[in-house]
Structure formats: C-alpha cells, structure tokens
C-alpha cells in the first residue's frame, strides 16, 4: 500500500504544539460565557416557545439577563433558583420572565446544595431527548449499513426544501451517500435561531427544526429504499453555534460543519466568542455522536494551496486538539482538506497526492473529508469534469472516508439536476475503475511525493510552534491562516461574550465533556 | 464568410451544429426522447439527434442533444457599451496617481448585504490578489480597505464617509432570486437618499455583472469574471481623473 514516510517524531511534537495551543485558548475562554452558550443552556433546560413576531424565547430571556448584567452567573442560575423558590416549573418561570411579571433578582436564593442536586437532576433529564436519538440513529445506521469509502458527499442548495428532497432522492439513487443541506447565506450571522419550512431562501435553506425534520424523514426514507444509509449534513457555526449543535443532535443529523477557527477569518465573528461557543457546541456534537466537518479547505480559497499547504496541516492538528478538549473522539472529528493546487502547475497531482496521502495517515481514525477544486474552476464545464476525475483519483488511491463531489458547473451556479449526476457518473466510475489501485503502488524513496509530505509537514510543525509561543489568537491577528487578519476585540458577536462570576454555573458543561464522544 | 449573416461552426462552415443538454421532469422513454426532440425543434435546431438519454431517477431524464440552427446573427451591426478606459501596469497605475491626482486615494471594498461570498473582493482587494495578480493593498498610492462579508449598506456608507472614501468597490457573488440586484440596488438608494451618490465612484463586480447591468443600477461601472485588480484600478483613477 502506497504511504508517505512521517517522521514520528516530528508527529509528535507537532501534535503536542497543537495540545499547547488549544489549551492555552481554553484556559483563557474558560472564564468566559457567551449570550449563545446560555441560550444553548436555556434550550436544553427545555424551555420553548416564541413570541407573536417570532423571537424565540431564550433569546428574550438572555438578553434581558445580558441588560441586567446577570449572565455572569449563568442563566440556569436565575431559572432553576426561581423555579425552585417559587415552586413552579421552569417553563412557568421562563414564561413569567418573557411577559415581566417576575424580576429574578428579587428572588430569595435557594439553598446551595438543594440547587445542585435539581441542577444535575435538570441536566440529566434535558440530555435524555439527545441519548434517545442517538442510541436510534445508530440502531439504523447498523441496520441500513453504510455505504462503501470514500463516501460520497452531494450538496442540495434550492433555496426550497421540498425541491431540496426532490434533488436529494435524485442523488441517493445515482449513488450518493452524503446529502448536505446549503444554508441560508445570511444565517451564520443571525443570532437567533428562525423557525418554519422555507421554500424561498437564497443560496440555501435556513437551518430550522422544522427544514432539517423534512430532509432527514426524506433520507430515511431513500436510504430504506436505497439499502443503505444516508447521512444529513448541516452548518453548525456563526453565531448561533451551540444552539444549532442542539438542534442537529436533536433532529437526529450525522455530521455537522463546525470549525475553530472558520467564523473568524471568513466571517469576522469576534475571536472570543467563537472559540468559546465552538467548545460547547463540540461538547454537545461528540455526546450526541454527530460528527464534525472542520473547514480547512476554505483557507486554500483565499490563500495558495502549494504555498500554505502546511498552514490546512497546522489548522487540522489544532482542530483536532480542539475537539479532544471539548470531550469528542478522533472518530467524531471529520477534519477538512481540498484539491486546489493550480492546475497550470507542473506534477501539481503528486503534490495534492502527497498532501492527500499525509492528512490519512496523521489522523487514521479520523473520517477526513476531503473537498474537490473550486478555485480553478473556470465555466469550462468539460475541462471541470476532468479536474474533477483527477480529484476522484487522488481520493480513490489515498483511501478519504468522505468525498464531496466536485460539480463541472462550479463557479457558475448551484448544481442542477444533471450537474449532480454527471458528477456522480464520474466518480463512480473513477472510484470502481481505481479501486484497489492505491495498494498495488508505492511511492518512490525520496521521489517528488516522499519529499513534498516530509515539507509539509516540517513546514507544519514550525508553524505550530510559532503559534505555540505567541498564542493562537495572535497568529490569527497577524493573518497566519488563509492570509486574513481579524482582531482580538474585533469582529462581530463581541458584545455577547461575558466573563463568568465566581459562582457562575452551567450544569451540561462538565456532564457532556465528562460522557463525551464515547456517550 | 458572410458576417451579416453569421453561424455556428461545427465541421464545415454554415452547418450550424449546436449542442443542447438538458432534464426533463418525466421518466426515461420513447415518449421522452419525443419529447425532448419536439422541444429542440422549437429552439430552432433542425434535425437533431438525441446522442444521450439518461433517466436521472425515476422521475427525471438527462439529454444531450445535437441540432443545425438556421436562425443567423448579423454581426456587422452590433455595438456593446464598454468601459472607456485605458489598460495600464499596476506601477504605472501608481505614477499616474501620484502624478495626475497628487494624492493617495482610499478604495473601500465589501460584499454588501446578503453575500457571505469574499472570494471576489478578496482577489481584488487583498495583497495578495489573484492569479498572481497582487491585489489593490499592495499598491503604494491606495489606500485600500476591504471590509470583507455581509457588509450592511449603512456601515458602509458609514465607513467611506470616516474615511473619505474616493471609491466603493462593491461585490456580490453568491445570487439567487436576483438578489444581487435587490442588494445592488438598496446601496445606491441609500447613497441618493444620503445624498452622497456624487461624492464617489461606486463600482460593483462579481460573476453576474456585466456593464450593462452596472449601469442600468446607478454603477459608474461593472467588472464581470476574469477581472483582475489593475483593470478595477485602470479604470478608477482614469475616471477620477475625468472629474
């Protein structure tokens, strides 16, 4: 079988940089909340409902917390203590908030003890709804069976969901595997989560509870007929993070797109406040066994993908530590990287061979999803195809676990209807007629591929002990990841992020890292 | 040949051989390859061959089809509206800015509204632009300033008057629904009803723009696909220049 010769050593220690690195993040947010993180807490305390102009209610709740300056000490703090001294429900509580009939500061404080055990007991109640639909998820999974790798990863982006289906079940029947709904262009900057099925979004669908119900009973019902089963892909990232991990876990998605560092660089979203909803959202996926998608292929769009090749090794290693301090498995981890070397450029297959072959050997477990050109894609959609079928090659012969389909009309539109099986075509063809071809080679001792991944890789390391040393969040502010600056106090959310009180309390935290990705 | 009355060219001149792909909502069939011919012939394509028939599921068939068109386009009398400007270096861009205008000028760029899309601001914009092509932040003489996704038209504005903007740079790349247009369109209002229409040039790219549509919106320009930096920065400091 062809592999890349890894210096174990400089494995190592890049692995502990990125350990470093994460940690020193987590030290510094761990003080720190988010008006997102205790809507998340909110949510899972079970409180629902919206107001008559469709504001959901947890968001009424926080932000009056937030005016008042009460979130310091969490929101469970203020609901479960009046609920516990007015002896009424929380949903009662939450309801008295919303119309201004209860001041929560005027309540008397409970009695410590008598809070944390109905904390826990909260807790363990508001995680249930997320073990069923995983203990289910996974009872269909084993009886369907999945599909053969690289898998095969197909967006649907109609703006309408019910055409969404239509597209979808189209795509399972040529033989895909993966179905990711595109979202709504606007969303991630939303800071509530909307609601209702949408049949005219732009770009995509908004992610609601009620669209995400429609396409997953659609799949699971083409995957019943298709014999195998189909996985439903979502955003979790912007400036709902955690809540939308919520809503994936609950409405039973497998993977959700959820990088460190990506609402930084391409959305502007403040630093502080995506890495601290990025960790509790990450907390939620791995206990409810949704994978993650990290986005690193992104980088290669803005920045060379020959020149910064180590910076998507460096970033995979970060998100991967990232992910392992929020409580998730290296199974759970679906780290990102992409075809986009410039195709005018000499031996440019070796070098993404190299690339490729590398990021499945650093991380074995990890179902690496691996994203087709974009960059170079020009509206020649035959010479598109052809890229296309060399990214198929390099994905057959390194063996990817999840492999989103290049579309011929990139750059042009989203996909139509053909464009989708004309790809599909090509990879399985691709795919069947290369199936076994990576274990019959072998890469030549010190030919161009041996040497790229070993510099790469050393490149990698360096990188991730410069960022070691002046921290992560001043690498991003010298623009070291896709060649884009942001600020530590810039960005967008900035005002939502509030440092923690002494005796702040969130009950989910510590239970959903302590079960993590194992459940 | 006779440009008046001008052809495609597929093998030999005049044959007019166009090739057609397309779905059709109906399942795979005798019925569909009819219909899917019927269809061509009113597209004006003479005996066509349906060369592929591909059911896509069971409700949907692929067709890729070859046709003659006989309908003829007399090329001698089109006229298409095109930016007037002169093609320059980016280092001769610079002497002319410093020479001509005697200042540096400040170019503000942003994907407005909906669009979440930079790739096309940023290879404009950036340093390190595109194709090897260095963005507008790499020349000595602009200040050039790219507020990145999802700008609302307000914060622009807001940021081209601190800055005394001589220039927006406008991007919009991801559209559906004509949103691009709706997008478009709120900008100029707001800098009409603001009455700052006149104080800067407003220039939008992306690849649904064409010079055309730039100026039917209120655009004193419009850069479609395959636009490089030099060309936006060609055209901006000759029409500054103008004023």
Known sequence: ?519 | MDLTRLKPYGDTPGDGMVQVSFTLPIPVGDEARHAALILASRMMLKDSKVVLMQPLDDSFTYFILYGHCDQTVDYTSIHVAKLDYQPMTPSDINSFIAEKLGRKITVIGACVESDAHTVGIDAIMNMKGYNMHKGLESYPQINAINLGAQVPSEELLAKAMEENADALLISQVVTQRNIHVKNLTRLIEILEAEELREQMVVIVGGPHITPELAKELGYDAGFGPGTYPEDVASFLVQFLNKD
């Open chain 1, 1 to 519: 079988m062809a592999e890349v010769f890894l210096d174990d050593k400089i494995v190592s220690k890049a692995r502990e940089a990125a350990l470093q690195i994460a940690k020193d993040v987590v030290k510094e947010i761990n003080s720190k909340t988010t008006i997102a993180v205790e809507r998340a807490v909110v949510r899972l305390l079970g409180i629902e409902g919206e107001t008559s102009d469709g504001v959901p209610w947890v968001n009424v709740i926080t932000d009056k917390m937030l005016a008042h300056k009460l979130l310091d000490r969490g929101a469970a703090y203020w609901l479960v203590n009046a609920a516990i001294m007015t002896e009424r429900s929380l949903q009662e509580v939450a309801e008295d908030v919303i119309f201004g009939k209860l001041d929560l500061t005027k309540v008397p404080k409970s009695n410590r003890q008598q809070l944390n055990r109905m904390m826990d007991l909260l807790a363990e109640e508001g995680l249930e709804k997320i073990t069923t639909v995983r203990s289910q998820r996974a009872a269909l999974r084993a009886q369907l069976g999945k599909g053969e790798e690289p898998l095969k990863y197909v967006i649907v982006a109609t703006g309408n969901i019910y055409e969404d289906v239509v597209q979808a079940k189209a795509a399972v029947s040529q033989g895909a595997d993966i179905i990711a709904v595109i979202r709504h262009t606007a969303q991630s900057l939303l800071d509530y989560v909307p609601s209702g099925t949408e049949t005219e979004g732009v770009g995509g669908t908004l992610a609601t509870k009620e669209n995400f119900q429609v396409m997953r009973q659609a799949l699971d019902k083409a995957g019943r007929e298709a014999g195998r089963y189909i996985y439903l892909t979502n955003y979790c990232s912007g400036l709902c993070m955690p809540e939308m991990a919520i809503l994936g876990a609950i409405e039973g998605l497998d993977i959700m797109l959820n990088d460190s560092m990506y609402g930084v660089i391409f959305r502007d979203i403040n630093m502080s406040r995506t890495f601290i909803d990025q960790h509790f959202s990450r907390a939620i996926l791995g206990f409810a066994d949704v994978n993650i998608n990290t986005g690193e292929d992104n980088y290669l769009t803005t920045a060379d993908a020959y020149d910064k090749a180590h910076t998507v090794t460096a970033s995979q290693f970060i998100n991967e530590q990232f992910a392992i301090l929020s409580g998730m498995v290296p199974e759970q981890i679906g780290l990102g990287h992409a075809f986009e070397i410039c195709p005018d450029k000499a031996d440019s297959f070796l070098y993404e061979l190299a690339q490729a072959q590398m990021v499945r050997q650093l991380f074995p477990k990890s179902p690496v999803k691996y994203m087709p050109p974009t960059k170079y894609m020009t509206g020649n959609i035959f010479q598109g195809n052809v890229q296309n079928a060399l990214f198929n090659a390099a994905s057959a012969i390194t063996h990817q676990s999840v492999h989103l389909l290049g579309m011929p009309t990139e750059a042009i539109h989203t996909p139509h209807l053909q464009d989708r099986y004309l790809s599909i075509a090509n990879t399985n063809y691709v795919f069947h007629a290369l199936k076994h071809f990576g274990d019959e080679i072998e890469f030549a001792a010190d030919g161009i591929i041996q040497r790229r991944a070993a510099e790469v890789l050393a490149n990698a390391l360096d990188m991730l002990e410069e960022v070691a040393n002046i921290g992560l969040m001043t690498a991003i502010s010298k623009g070291m990841f896709a060649d884009i600056a942001r600020q530590v106090d810039g960005g967008k959310g900035l005002d939502g992020v509030v440092e923690k009180a002494d005796d702040y309390l969130n009950p989910f935290e510590n239970m959903l890292k302590e079960k993590g990705g194992k459940g």
